[in-house]
């Protein structure tokens, strides 16, 4: 039985971190929103099934939302994550503080409301973006670099993607740091993910998804 992924079909965003781990294990899975009337049909699964927002997963009867929790559901059934239930915790809580992380790279383009456009609340998230750079990439990055080295697992495709984010956004700040760790796993997943990489399935960073590349927050 194949999985059903519902995320918007334009961007990387949290969905990507799910992509991540079926295209790592090899798993048969449709892109529902990719799809003809994908975003349509997207919508309609939502309200059937009381899902406030993608991405979610549909397997037979079982759904599925919110990453960390899709992510967690998924690792054993891919053989990402080991079935015994405190090293399974443990990697939950690993993707939940990416969830936390992901938030604040959110909040460096749109600090103020979603509903805004950048431009709009340009001032703010200059403000807001220095100190992301000089505070909270130190401080994630750093507490992720002590769990890098840990056995290869759906949390370290997620680091994956956070590194492959940050290069794409913050790419000045980036060369300015030395996460020895984090470099070497972000190099092993790309290995494993190349097929992936290369296909017309990995959606490329844009100005619409998660990680934005703006130079004047990367001053």
Not at 53 to 71: D, E, M
Not at 135 to 152: D, V
Request: charged residues 25%.
């Amino acid at each position: 039985m194949s999985y059903q992924l519902y995320y918007w079909p334009s961007i990387q965003g949290r969905g990507e971190f799910v992509r991540l781990a079926l295209e790592c294990a090899g798993a048969k899975y449709e892109d529902v929103a990719r799809g003809k009337n994908g975003v349509e049909v997207m919508m309609k699964a939502m309200k059937r099934h009381g899902v406030f927002a993608p991405p979610f997963l549909i397997r037979g009867k079982t759904v599925v939302s919110h990453t960390a929790l899709i992510l967690h559901y998924l690792g054993p059934k891919l053989g990402l994550a080991p079935k015994a239930e405190a090293a399974r915790l443990r990697l939950h809580a690993l993707q939940l503080t990416i969830t936390d992380f992901l938030a604040e790279v959110h909040d460096t383009h749109h600090p103020i409301a979603n509903s805004l456009y950048y431009e709009d609340q340009k001032v703010e998230a200059l403000r807001r973006t220095k100190l992301f750079r000089e505070a909270r990439i130190p401080k994630f990055l750093g507490y992720f670099e002590t769990h890098a080295t840990l056995p290869f697992s759906y949390v370290s495709l997620s680091l994956f993607q956070v590194m492959e984010g940050l290069d794409f956004a913050f790419p000045e700040t980036m060369r300015k740091t030395s996460y020895k760790n984090l470099r070497t796993l972000q190099e092993k997943a790309r290995k494993r993910l190349a097929p992936y990489l290369a296909s017309e399935r990995r959606i490329p960073f844009n100005q619409s998804g998660l990680f934005r590349r703006y130079p004047e927050l990367d001053a």
